[in-house]
């Protein structure tokens, strides 16, 4: 595709067809942006006056100043090949099953980059896997992902505090919410330059269309979303989206927008065709307070999910008709989360009662029910226990004096953690929620299928510090993770049944059918793990922490072999 030249953009927008729901935006100015080079400027822009929305764009000169090769983070640029660091791990097997050490003694397996400065956790791959984006403050750094050297260094007029790759990895978008501003970037071009500013409308919520050429934006208030065309410079208005926890959703193959509408205090679902953002089919549903809808992956049915006060399911065909609602019980609260099968073929429903529903896409009735008790008895399921144990110092009987207050204490560097598999039955450490507080830490609050749809992966926040991993084939429970501390995130290798799982310390853990491992990420002072986002093709593993990153490389003859076998399952 050709990018909007300087020409182009100087001319009048093309005003955007209007529909059902629809309505003609008043002209956006299309104006010059004074010209900067790539490496930016130190001095913060001043805020502008509130204004009319308007998208700004205009090419660099190709002589601008390219950006600089050292990386914005600790230590120096890595070479074209650079020299990982190693990380300690060891390998605990289920009975019966493989067992293998992977660490310096057994050549490695796992090799971590340098480190790398971040703020806001802001750091993704892009789909084709080719490059990592990431942002420190107000610069966006783009980096080759087999060499982490600096491609691109971008400098955006705040902090970003929402950065989002288009579906095919040509353009990054950079929100900034607090000045109502959006930012594009091109990879193939980098003189070329778009600005998008709400004016007095505000922003809260800005992404992608699926073509990578439309950017939908939700002002302040959910008062309406504006979609902006990259290519046509035209504008439109989508009226009354609902302030919900997920109100937009989109099919996967990118044909069909679902968005969910609040007007005359009823609740509403309108299905857009994302190639001319005509209405194809607008109904209502029957919920008190619409709290989330996400389409199968499929593309054929949409799940769409009542308000916490009560447990009610609604699935809707593309045409806009009622197939099934589902509700387990009532006056109670209800759901939590849910998440669709890889396969289309089962619905997961997590509610606050502690147990997770499947439902299958025949009936879309029940097919069974998974609880998370707090003991675990049956002889079939392996419990794995995380065990940290300080290795000797070798210096005798020292006696040391007692840390200063705020200094880290020494086993926190030196510890090491295990897994070990635990006789049953085994009681887990549970928490009691708050009673007298809103959002309680109780019931299923996170759960994810595998690429295989073989498991399902689950947290009860009653039991914070587990991970449930299910057998979908078998419909049982599989394996229990029992970590240290609780669990903040987990997520699936997308190209096998392979979880990552996170707790905030310095460790990060991976399971599959052949056993689990516990790896501490090497380096200089503590680098708690807050969050994990895998690479498309399941070989590296970005570790996010509050100011820094890193990769985790997993080589694929030695962790694959192990850790990526599923034949012998049982």
């Given at each position: 595709m050709t990018l909007p030249t300087q020409a182009s953009l100087s001319s009048g927008p093309q005003e955007a067809t209007p529909d059902a729901n629809t309505r003609d935006a008043r002209a956006p100015r299309f104006s010059g942006l004074r010209r900067c080079s790539l490496l930016g400027d130190t001095r913060r822009p001043q805020r502008r006056g509130a204004g009319n929305p308007e998208l700004r764009s205009e090419p660099l000169s190709h002589n601008a100043a390219r950006p600089p090769t050292a990386p914005i983070g600790r230590g120096s640029l890595p070479a074209p090949h650079?020299?990982?660091?190693?990380?300690?791990?060891?390998?605990?097997?289920?009975?019966?099953?493989?067992?293998?050490?992977?660490g310096p003694a057994a050549g490695a397996a796992m090799n971590f980059s340098e480190v790398f400065k971040l703020s806001s956790l802001l750091c993704k791959?892009?789909?084709?896997?080719?490059?990592?984006?990431?942002c420190v403050q107000y610069r966006l750094v783009v980096r080759d992902v087999s060499t982490l050297q600096v491609l691109q260094l971008y400098t955006c007029l705040d902090q970003v505090q929402h950065m989002e790759w288009s579906a095919d990895s040509l353009f990054i978008l950079c929100a900034m919410y607090k000045r109502g501003l959006v930012q594009v970037w091109s990879l193939e071009q980098p003189e070329w330059h778009c600005k998008i500013?709400?004016?007095?409308?505000?922003?809260?919520?800005?992404?992608?269309?699926?073509?990578?050429?439309h950017i939908l934006n939700t002002t302040e208030f959910h008062l309406r979303i504006t979609v902006w065309s990259l290519c046509t410079k035209s504008v439109s208005y989508i009226k009354y989206p609902k302030a919900c926890q997920q109100g937009i959703t989109f099919t996967r193959d990118g044909r069909y927008m679902a968005l969910a509408e609040r007007r005359d205090c009823k609740d509403y679902v309108s299905i857009f065709v994302c190639s001319d953002w005509q209405l194809l089919r607008h109904f209502d549903t029957d919920t008190q307070?619409?709290?989330g809808m996400e389409w199968a992956p499929n593309g054929c049915v949409l799940a769409v999910w009542d308000t916490c006060l009560e447990y009610k399911m609604l699935l809707y065909s593309l045409d806009g008709r009622l197939l099934s609602v589902y509700s387990a019980y009532e006056w109670s609260l209800g759901i939590k989360s849910m998440a669709w099968s890889p396969s289309s073929q089962f619905l997961a429903v997590g509610s606050y009662d502690g147990k997770v529903r499947l439902l299958n896409h025949v009936t879309w009735k029940m097919t069974t029910e998974f609880g998370h008790p707090a003991a675990i008895s049956n002889p079939k399921t392996v419990v794995y226990k995380e065990v940290e144990k300080s290795p000797p110092l070798g210096l005798g009987h020292l006696s040391f004096p007692p840390p200063r207050a705020g200094a880290r204490p020494l086993a926190a560097t030196t510890a090491e953690s295990k897994y070990e598999v635990a006789s049953v039955p085994v009681s887990l450490q549970t928490m009691k929620p708050a009673a007298d507080r809103a959002n309680p830490r109780m019931g299923i609050g996170m759960l994810a299928f595998s690429p295989d749809s073989y498991f399902l992966a689950t947290r009860n926040d009653n039991v914070p510090n587990a991970v449930w991993v299910w057998d979908i084939q078998k419909l049982r429970l599989f394996v229990v993770l029992e970590q240290l501390t609780p669990v903040r995130s987990f997520q699936w290798d997308p190209q096998q049944p392979r979880l990552a799982i996170c707790t905030g310390g310095s460790k990060v853990y991976l399971w599959s059918p052949a056993g689990c491992v516990s790896v501490q990420?090497?380096?200089?002072?503590?680098?708690?793990?807050?969050?994990?986002?895998?690479?498309?093709?399941?070989?590296?593993?970005?570790?996010?922490?509050?100011?820094?990153?890193?990769?985790?490389?997993?080589?694929?003859?030695?962790?694959?072999?192990?850790?990526?076998?599923?034949?012998?399952?049982?």
């Open positions: 650079f020299r990982p660091r190693e990380g300690s791990c060891g390998l605990q097997s289920r009975p019966g099953g493989l067992l293998t050490r992977f791959f892009s789909p084709d896997g080719k490059y990592l984006a990431s500013d709400e004016g007095s409308a505000g922003l809260v919520a800005s992404c992608w269309s699926p073509d990578g050429r307070d619409l709290a990420v090497p380096g200089e002072g503590d680098f708690p793990v807050l969050s994990l986002c895998w690479h498309s093709s399941g070989d590296s593993l970005a570790l996010l922490s509050k100011d820094h990153f890193c990769l985790c490389f997993l080589e694929t003859e030695g962790i694959r072999a192990a850790l990526g076998q599923r034949d012998g399952h049982t």
